[in-house]
């Protein structure tokens, strides 16, 4: 047994792609048999690799999810930002530059509306909860953007531990929810073209949700959500310590 | 070659990924700002550029098309690493930060879109 073990460490990435193509082929199958084709096999797959990671969580008490399974370690390696990024590139091979040079303003557009919206939201809530410095409210704020801009944020401002925690929890939670969300949603806010995708990208921020979400509801678009997406947290980062920090700072 | 086509997708992500690196260190922020995006451009114009001189094989586009394919997978296996379990124990206020403003970003995109579609047509 100990020599299985030992193999599966030594050779994590391999074991990620058989665990990754287990897990798709029944997201799959769940999606072709059980759910008539209404959910796209991808979007349960995503959502069975949360679910995963849920319980991987509660054995271990770890932070990976099912990398902190030794065997399962290269897990993280295959799903770490690397790859992540490096398999988002390659996706731009099919976008077109007439669209995005098009869809440009809009996208810079949303990606200022879309930080600011995040931020007084998360702020709302924090304020809600019976925070009262500026300090913890726009860290928690920052959370609600990405889950970077709230550590990045919070570590600048010298919020509290406790609050970056709740920060980063918050964007984790943002993260996930537009994962599970987008292919519901998709239809109703008319996300189905180069120029919603972008603006979606630029409002959403959170890359990870972002690329999930798209990848989900229609693996076309995730070249054009992605690329707005991936400056929203710089935007975040330079945006919510300073301007959004100072304007609160004045209201309370 | 197979190897040219994975060869060139990562040369776009690292020169994108650099500038991303170096764009962050010059307006002083801790992350790096839009890194994919720039590797995504770069991508986008080089391949234009080759395609356009026939110096971009079918073999090697093999390489980059591999990777768009296993968008989906990597994406799985970043939901199975994921922290889970804090995001839904860590309380009511995150789950309520974390949820509330994507609904509303999510009302802004049709709105958003409207306005920028007029200004397309010009």
Redesign the interface.
């Known amino acids: 047994m100990e020599i299985v073990f030992n193999f599966f460490e030594k050779n994590g990435l391999i074991v990620a792609f058989v665990a990754v193509g287990a897990i798709s082929y029944l997201g799959f199958l769940i999606s072709k048999h059980v759910l008539n084709n209404k959910i796209p096999g991808a979007a349960v797959s995503i959502l069975l690799g949360l679910i995963v990671a849920y319980f991987s969580g509660l054995y271990t008490g770890g932070s990976k999810g099912i990398a902190d399974i030794s065997i399962f370690s290269g897990m993280s390696l295959l799903g770490g930002s690397m790859f992540r990024d490096f398999a988002i590139v390659s996706t731009a091979m099919g976008a077109s530059f007439m669209l995005i040079r098009q869809t440009g303003l809009a996208g810079a557009i949303s990606l200022v509306l879309g930080t600011t919206v995040s931020f007084v939201g998360g702020a709302i809530v924090a304020v809600f909860f019976g925070y009262d410095d500026a300090k913890s409210i726009a860290t928690i704020g920052a959370g609600a953007c990405t889950f970077i801009v709230g550590p990045v944020t919070g570590a600048a401002l010298q919020a509290s531990s406790e609050v970056i925690a709740l920060s980063i929890a918050t964007g984790v939670v943002k993260s996930i929810f537009v994962t599970i969300s987008t292919p519901f949603i998709a239809p109703y806010i008319g996300l189905n073209n180069a120029h919603s995708a972008m603006i979606y990208g630029g409002m959403m921020s959170t890359t990870s949700g972002v690329s999930a979400g798209l990848a989900a509801t229609d693996t076309k678009l995730v070249p054009y959500g992605a690329l707005t997406a991936t400056f929203a947290t710089g935007m975040g980062c330079l945006l919510c310590p300073s301007v959004f920090y100072l304007i609160l700072e004045k209201i309370l | 070659m197979v190897i040219y086509g994975v060869s060139f ?2 040369a ?2 690292i020169l ?2 650099l500038l ?1 690196e170096f ?2 260190k010059w ?1 002083g ?9 720039f ?3 770069f ?3 080089a ?2 550029y080759f395609n356009k001189r026939n110096l971009f094989s079918a073999e090697a ?1 093999k390489g ?2 591999f ?2 394919q ?19 124990d ?13 609904f ?3 009302a ?3 709105l ?2 409207k ?3 007029s ?2 047509i010009d």
């Open positions: 997708l990562g776009c992500y994108g990924q991303g764009l962050a307006i922020v801790k992350a790096n700002v839009g890194g994919v995006g590797a995504m451009l991508l986008i114009l391949h234009d586009e980059i098309l990777w768009s296993m968008y989906i997978p990597v994406i799985v296996a970043m939901s199975a690493t994921q922290n889970v379990v804090v995001a839904l860590s309380g009511l206020l995150a789950i309520i930060a974390g949820i509330i403003p994507v509303m970003c999510f802004c995109i049709p958003l879109v306005l920028t579609k200004s397309l």
